[in-house]
C-alpha cells in the first residue's frame, strides 16, 4: 500500500531553518507530482509548495514565497521542504501529499516556531 512518512518538524526559533522530508513507499514516485500542505489548530489546511513528477516546476503558496524550497530525490522517492526564515505563524501541522490520478497524505508532521 501507499506510505508517506514525513519527518524533520521540531521546534525552533522565529528566524530558524528546518529541513522536512517525505519519503514515498508504494507507489511509482516519479510519476507523482508531489506537494507540501499545512494546517494550524482551527484552520483550514493550506497549500504551502509543489513540485512536478520531474522536479522542473515548483509552486509556491505567497505566504512562503521566498523563504521556503521544495525539491525531490526521484532515485530516493523522497521529497523535501526546506524552511528558512521561519515565523511563528508558520506553525503547524506539515502534510505531504503525492497526486496523480489519486491522492495520498502523510500523517503529518508538527512544526512550532516561538516567538
Known amino acids: 500500500q501507499v506510505q508517506l512518512v514525513e519527518s524533520g518538524g521540531g521546534l525552533v526559533q522565529a528566524g530558524g531553518s528546518l529541513r522536512l522530508s517525505c519519503a514515498a513507499s508504494?507507489?511509482?514516485?516519479?510519476?507523482?507530482?508531489m506537494g507540501w500542505f499545512r494546517q494550524a489548530p482551527g484552520k483550514e489546511r493550506d497549500f504551502v509548495a509543489a513540485?512536478?513528477?520531474?522536479?522542473?516546476?515548483?509552486y509556491y503558496g505567497d505566504s512562503v514565497k521566498g523563504r521556503f524550497t521544495i525539491s525531490r530525490d526521484n532515485a530516493k522517492n523522497t521529497v523535501f521542504l526546506q524552511m528558512n526564515s521561519l515565523k511563528p505563524e508558520d506553525t503547524a501541522v506539515y502534510y505531504c501529499?503525492?497526486?496523480?490520478?489519486?491522492?495520498?497524505w502523510g500523517q503529518g508532521t508538527q512544526v512550532t516556531v516561538s516567538s
Open positions: 513540485i512536478s513528477w520531474s522536479g522542473g516546476t515548483t
Open positions: 508504494g507507489l511509482t514516485f516519479s510519476n507523482y507530482h
Open positions: 501529499n503525492a497526486r496523480h490520478r489519486s491522492s495520498y
